[in-house]
């Protein structure tokens, strides 16, 4: 399984909503960050749409992917046939093997059988590119329906890629889901985070932090992942809380990352180390 970062491990760099950086994260950034800490992934999500880029731009993008000898994995939201077509596209023009996308769009909710009949239409084209989509777990399905949704196109060329926190907006806690979408994940997003009793005791708050430092035990994860042989890359994503300006929140966000895979390289070690004892 590759290590790699999103264009969401610097979501308020990248730019939320209307809250937008003077200087916002750009394709360059995430290239020389991947290649400063050894990375070999970088997936570019929907706050940074390649399908904005004009044609040099993109050019430019996979001249230089291509050099640093990264994989790149694209990553959309809205699944239409029409934005699922574009990204097939953008992904053969990359050379990308992985496209995630988010179902939803703003009011666009579509219905399980109209997402299948979707996907189903452009099986033929995922398998005779050998691309993968990865459906993310995104608050508004249940994991019993990825499940189904996968099982009923019953392609090796979609699965589901496997947010660690996701589903908590669907009422779904990790193991639960874990425990259902692991055999049909092909990409993780590996975002930690706590839970905390708010001081009046009405009500819970779920807090991103720093990777190690919360709920999710990556390692256990990545191993059971792997049992299964379809989940290929890792990727860093963060809920970093707002601090007191967009300044100060970028600069927690940077340092939050860099301790994420930090402890995120500390375990490939350890699984590393696991294997040759098990051979030896």
């Keep these: 399984m ?9 979501g ?9 950086s003077a200087t916002p994260l750009t394709e360059g950034d995430l290239l020389l960050i991947a290649q400063k800490h050894g990375l070999q992934c970088i997936q570019f999500g929907d706050n940074l749409p390649v399908h904005q880029f004009d044609l040099e731009r993109r050019e430019v993008l996979k001249r230089n992917i291509v050099d640093a000898g990264i994989r790149i994995e694209l990553g959309a939201r809205g699944l239409t046939e029409k934005h699922l077509e574009m990204y097939i596209e953008l992904a053969r023009f990359f050379h990308a ?19 299948a009949d979707i996907v189903e239409d452009f099986l033929p084209t995922l398998e005779r590119e050998s691309i ?6 995104h608050d508004r399905f249940k ?8 099982e009923s196109l019953g392609s090796d060329q979609v699965g ?12 779904e806690g990790l193991e639960q889901v874990t425990d259902m979408l692991s055999p049909y994940t092909v990409n993780l997003h590996v975002k930690d985070f706590t839970v905390q009793r708010v001081t009046h005791s009405m009500g819970l708050n779920i807090t991103g932090v720093p990777a190690g430092r919360g709920f999710v035990n990556t390692l256990d994860l990545v191993e059971r992942l792997e049992r299964f042989h379809r989940c ?7 809920w970093v809380p707002f601090q007191s300006d967009l300044e100060e929140t970028i600069a927690l966000e940077k340092r939050w990352a860099e301790e994420s895979l930090g402890y995120l390289k500390t ?14």
């Excluded at 590759?2 to 610097?10: A, D, K």
């Excluded at 939803?104 to 109209?114: F, N, R, T, V, W």
């Design 12 to 20: 308020w760099w990248a730019g939320v909503r209307n809250v937008k």
């Design 232 to 238: 290929e890359s890792a990727v860093l994503e963060q």
């Design 160 to 171: 589901i890629c496997l947010d660690t926190v996701n589903s908590m907006g669907a009422g």
């Design 97 to 115: 093997p992985l496209i995630r996308f988010v179902i939803d769009e703003g009011s666009y909710e579509p219905s399980l059988s109209s997402v």
């Design 132 to 137: 993968v989509l990865g459906i993310e777990n």
């Design 267 to 280: 375990i490939s070690l350890l699984k590393f180390q696991r294997t040759n004892r098990i051979i030896t």
């Design 143 to 150: 994991a019993r329906d990825l499940v189904f949704l996968v």
């Design 2 to 10: 590759l290590l790699g970062i999103s264009s969401f491990t610097y």
